[in-house]
């Protein structure tokens, strides 16, 4: 089968496609036929060897997919071959023809979610249900501020926020991305290429700041992030590229709560809460990933530099 290889760590360009060895499943193991297959900024920040896990070279990237179930091991309960599916994670990658997955890392893609959607589904909406729910504990008549909503988990973070009642703020650097950003269920958009703007946030909320911040660029944004919370806001740092200096009284004159995210952290009651809750919003047609962009699997390079591009607009998948 084809399957994308990294074989140093670097720029894109180590990024090849190659032939490898067929998947076969073990016990509770399930084989997966990938139609679509996520790409997500960690899968980047892995790829140039800098990041907090560092993989066993060679290795096949990524963690997101979506497709068709070819083949189960003994005592496989949960999925049946022939099943639409999307994944949470594979011991052997996403990048390829076919993924092998333990059983609990497959779940149930519903006939009205695309193969390309149910790329876009694990990752991004996991992160925005933890940011929001777990970690943040967000309730309904809440303001959240989604500080860079036109990408996946963005994007997930707004649909989330929007149907569990909360009022919501999206940035976006770009005319496309802020409609896109009301699309999805905004209340409000702010343009995060203007200087200050986060000054507009003043109106919007009776000049008493929200009380929930989804972040995806902490290194650039915190610092005026925290003048914007209300009194005991959480500010929920999803993605940053750097360090960054803050005053910490921004926090201690409004009993602010600032934590980040990582889903490698849940507990198993907590995963089983979060795939729950994305089960009844995709059976429900609540949540509905949006696939920016379509990429040949032979062109991953391509979309490593796509994704850690400005102007986000929904999801990059992969296509075998």
């Known amino acids: 089968m084809k399957a994308i290889r990294v074989r140093e760590f670097g720029p894109p360009e180590v990024l090849k496609l190659e032939d490898v060895p067929d998947v076969t499943p073990g016990p509770k193991q399930v084989v997966v036929r990938v139609k679509a297959a996520g790409v997500n900024p960690v899968d980047a920040y892995v790829r140039t060897g800098t990041y907090a896990r560092k993989p066993a070279l060679p290795y096949t990237p990524g963690v997101d997919a979506a497709g068709v179930v070819e083949a189960v091991g ?6 049946a071959v022939g099943q639409r599916v999307y994944i949470s994670g594979t011991n052997t990658g996403a990048y390829a023809e076919k993924a092998l997955c333990e059983e609990n890392q497959v779940h149930r893609l519903p006939d009205g979610v695309t193969y390309a959607q149910g790329a876009a589904v694990n990752i991004p909406y996991a992160t925005a249900y933890r940011a929001l729910f777990q970690v943040a504990k967000a309730v309904p008549g809440e303001t959240v501020l989604v500080h860079g909503a036109t990408g996946g988990v ?7 926020a929007r149907a569990a009642g909360l009022v919501v703020i999206g940035t976006g650097g770009t005319e496309k991305g802020r409609e896109l950003v009301m699309q999805q269920g905004a209340h409000y958009t702010l343009d995060h290429g203007e200087r200050g703007h986060l000054e507009g946030l003043g109106p919007l909320t009776g000049d008493q700041g929200v009380d929930v911040i989804i972040e995806m660029l902490a290194n650039v944004n915190l610092d005026k992030d925290l003048k914007a919370l209300a009194a005991r806001g959480r500010l929920i740092v999803v993605g940053s590229r750097g360090r960054v200096e803050i005053d910490p009284r921004d926090i201690m004159s409004r ?19 979060l795939r729950a809750a994305l089960s009844a919003g995709l059976e429900n047609g609540t ?4 696939v920016g962009r379509e990429i040949p699997l032979a062109a991953a390079a391509e979309a490593h530099r796509k994704i850690m591009e400005g102007g986000a607009y929904g999801k990059i998948v992969l296509i075998p």
């Open 74 to 79: 003994a005592g496989v309960t949960k999925a």
């Open 154 to 160: 963005g994007v997930a973070a707004v649909q989330l």
């Open 255 to 273: 009993e602010a709560m600032v934590s980040g995210v990582l889903l490698f952290r849940m507990t198993e009651c907590e995963e089983a809460s």
């Open 287 to 290: 949540l509905k990933p949006v």
